[in-house]
């Protein structure tokens, strides 16, 4: 551990602002820098220093300012310096939590995320047992889809999407019309919020798939073969075992993927920004868009930051279940 | 019909229906991206035929063409690539660092210090825009690439600092110390053992968050004006008021996608197990 110590003066890169050591150290004979052996109580604070500092201002500060600017009325002659910020009180919520509109997008963002979450996380599972049921050629060909549509820049994705459910061009729409009875030609799926949402999940779900998958296999091969086998051997079916031995093994993972995803759906916003020419209408809006559209085109940053706020905490719940499961896995090394 | 087998020697019947189904999967889950090439490399009055082509038939780089110079291309890309390198420099270098701290270090407070690193990895960024907007703003770091900087590195850091710890809890103390019994100064030990194996954890790690960083969209749109725009949100020019031209976009967007696409199939597999190593034995 006390070679972590000096490593600290003898990395090349120069954001160190603690630096202890001659800089410039780059041999392998390291300078050991001033500290003293004794001084190993400091020596873990100094390394995480650079590190926290970014955090806490970067982040820390924005957070504390998130929820001060939610208690305050806050609009576009403060933002111009013309006025001071001045405290409202519960104002802020209260005029979101009496507007119909704000639980309108509440509920449609609740629906939304779970409709993803569920769809990722069976159709992920589906794949993930498929793969180990195809041969090695057809295994190789989805696996490198998967990874393909999982390395796609979300903003790529999106604009593939837009083209594929096109209304005049689209390639989805020539498809579904070729089926017998049906005519799709000229069809415009973001007509309606309901359809248009249920592309934009399509497309959130496509790109989430991959990384369930690939977890989720990885966390097959550890199932152990002994334990199928005799519950196989004591008359479990197919569903059996699965019920009884693979899922119950996979569990962690599962939670960790699902509160992953639950946290990733629940703040999509470029798809819905993009698919909506930077303009989401009133049936499209979600919790993150309905935000953003409150601070940047109504110019009213405070109420963006209370409908922010109210998501943040909408989340919290998820994020302390996810956190607990990290810091078993953490406290097992 | 047992689920969960991987080889069932018996069934080869069975076995061939599933990789008709497997076969089915890779098309759908491939599909889009396929259509993305086929579009960009045909004609443009090709792409909007009414009855389209599967297969290509003449091949174009027209549509490329078109999309370079529909607006400036290489201004974003290299504001783009200046913003991720910088980035993932100093998020390494940082972040190496409190790796070290919380997986090498018994003290006082890494418990807190990890659930605090976990907890801003948990924060929605788009909660965070009207904030650090306004920070920005008042510190007149709107529209400059430094600011943006200063962003991506509280996003990139949480997740480097957990992703490097994982891989060095998995590199064996006692190496270390077997270096030091042998004569190695500790940072000797350290760049001799603990180091090697440890880069390409590192170059995974960087790549991993180079991607992260080129690919930000919310806070490149709302921290840049026009004329700084980065390239996700260069491939909004595409959609004017008259509509879109969708195969010059699908040209930008095979342009934008496939270095993103080659690099994250080289990082993928190293990732993938580090972001859950260990998650089983929970």
Known sequence: MSAAQTTAADLPPAKQKTSTGPGAGTGSTGAAGKPARKGAVATPWLLLAPCLLVIVLVMGYPLYRL???????FGKSELWGFKEAEFVGFDNFAKILGDGVFWSVVLRTVVFTVGAVVLTMVIGMLIALLLQKVSGVVKALISIALVASWGMPIIVATAVFKWLFDADYGVLNYLMSRLPGVDMIGHNWFASGP???????????????????????????QVPKELEEAARLDGAGAIGVFRHVTLPILKPIIVMLTTLSVIWDMGVFPQVFVMRNGNPEAEFELLTTYSYQQAFVVNDYSGGSAIALVTV?????????YMRQMLKIGEVE | MTLTTPSTRKGGTSRLGWNVIGLLVFAVVGFPVYWMLNTAFKPAKDAIDPSPQFFPRTFTLDNFRRALEISDFWGPVGR???????VVVIGIAVGLLAALAISRFAFRGRKIVIVGILAVQMVPLVAMIIPVFLLLNDLGQYDKLTGLIITYLT????????????????????LEEAAQVDGCTPTGAFLRVVFPLLAPGM???SVYGFIQAWNEYLYALMLMSQQNQTATVWLGNFTTKNGTEFAPMMAGSTMMAIPIVVLFLIVQRKMAAGLTAGAVKG
Do not use: C, H
């Not at chain 1, 359809?195 to 091969?221: D, E, H, K, R, Y």
């Not at chain 1, 905490?313 to 279940?321: D, E, K, M, P, Q």
């Not at chain 2, 783009?80 to 910088?86: A, D, E, F, H, T």
């Open chain 2, 203 to 205: 170059v995974a790690t």
């Open chain 2, 80 to 86: 783009s690539l200046i913003v991720s390198l910088v």
């Open chain 1, 313 to 321: 905490l909408l989340l919290l719940g998820v994020v302390a279940v």
């Open chain 2, 155 to 174: 996003f990139i850091l949480p997740f480097t600092v957990w992703t490097l710890r994982g891989f060095i809890v998995n590199i064996p103390k006692e």
């Open chain 1, 195 to 221: 359809q248009g949402l249920m592309v934009i999940m399509l497309l959130v779900v496509w790109g989430a798939v991959p990384f369930v998958v690939i977890t989720l296999s990885a966390g097959l091969t």
């Open chain 1, 67 to 73: 929820v001060s600017l939610s208690f305050q009325s």
